[in-house]
C-alpha cells in the first residue's frame, strides 16, 4: 500500500480482556516497530522486527505484550489481560532498512475501561 | 532523567516568525538525529534526518546538531499555519542490533498564527 495501515484505529475495550492490533506496512518494507504513545508524551519503543524475527523486544513492558510477524510482512501487536495504565496510541512504522527514518502509521487509540 | 529532554511548550508565534525548537540529550552514544512532525491523530513525520555536527537544510527546515554539547535545534523560517503541530526530536545508536529504535523527546507543541 501507498502508506502503514494500521486497524482499527479506535478500540476501547474492558479491563482484563484480550486485544490484538494489527499492522500492514509499506510494501517491501523489512523492518518494523511497535511504539506506544500516551498523552503529551513522545513515543515510546515497544519491539522491533527485522524480516519474520523480533530483532528487539526491550521496551515491551511486561509478558502480557507480545508480537509476531509471522510472514514478514503484516504484525500483530497482542495485549492480554488489558489494564487502565495500556490506555495510549499504538503506532506501527516501517522502513527499508533500519538506518533511514521510518514511516509512521495513523496508530491506534486503545481505551482501556 | 530522561535521556532526551525536549520543553513541551506550548510554543505560539504569528505567522512569518521564526521558529526555533530544541532537544538536549544525556547519552553522548546517540549518533542519529532525527526531527518529527506530528498532527493531532496522526502518526508522526519525518521532517528531518542528520547525523553528523552542523547543519542541515531542506526548504524552510534547518537542523543543527551540536555533539559536544549534545544539543540539537530544529529552525523553521517563514512559519505558516500549517506548520501547526507537535514537534518530536528522536535520536538513536548505530549499534547494528539497535538500529532504528529511536528515543524520542516529549514534543512542542507549536502554534502558528494567522
Known amino acids: 500500500g501507498a502508506g502503514v495501515s494500521q486497524t482499527p484505529s479506535n478500540k476501547v475495550t474492558e479491563k482484563g480482556k484480550y486485544v490484538e492490533l494489527r499492522c500492514d506496512p509499506i510494501s517491501g518494507h523489512t523492518a518494523l516497530y511497535w511504539y506506544r504513545q500516551s498523552l503529551g508524551q513522545g513515543p515510546e519503543f515497544l519491539i522491533y522486527f527485522q524480516g519474520t524475527g523480533a530483532a528487539d523486544d526491550s521496551g515491551l513492558p511486561n509478558d502480557r505484550f507480545f508480537a509476531v510477524r509471522p510472514e514478514g510482512s503484516v504484525s500483530t501487536l497482542k495485549i492480554q489481560r488489558t489494564e487502565r495504565g495500556d490506555s495510549a496510541v499504538y503506532l506501527c512504522?516501517?522502513?527499508?532498512?533500519?538506518?533511514?527514518?521510518?514511516?509512521f502509521g495513523s496508530g491506534t487509540r486503545l481505551t482501556v475501561v | 532523567q530522561k535521556e532526551v529532554e525536549q520543553d513541551p511548550g506550548p510554543l505560539s508565534v504569528p505567522e512569518g516568525a521564526i521558529v526555533s525548537l530544541n532537544c538536549t540529550y544525556s547519552n553522548s552514544a546517540f549518533q542519529y538525529f532525527m526531527w518529527y512532525r506530528q498532527y493531532s491523530r496522526k502518526g508522526p513525520e519525518l521532517l528531518m534526518y542528520t547525523y553528523s555536527s552542523g547543519n542541515k537544510e531542506d526548504g524552510r527546515f534547518t537542523a543543527q546538531v551540536d555533539k559536544s554539547s549534545k544539543y540539537i535545534s530544529l529552525f523553521i523560517r517563514d512559519s505558516q499555519p500549517s506548520d501547526s503541530a507537535t514537534y518530536l526530536c528522536?535520536?538513536?545508536?548505530?549499534?547494528?542490533?539497535?538500529?532504528?529504535?529511536?528515543?524520542f523527546g516529549q514534543g512542542t507543541i507549536l502554534t502558528v498564527h494567522p
Open positions: 528522536a535520536m538513536s545508536f548505530p549499534d547494528s542490533t539497535s538500529y532504528g529504535k529511536l528515543t
Open positions: 512504522a516501517s522502513s527499508f532498512d533500519p538506518t533511514s527514518g521510518y514511516t
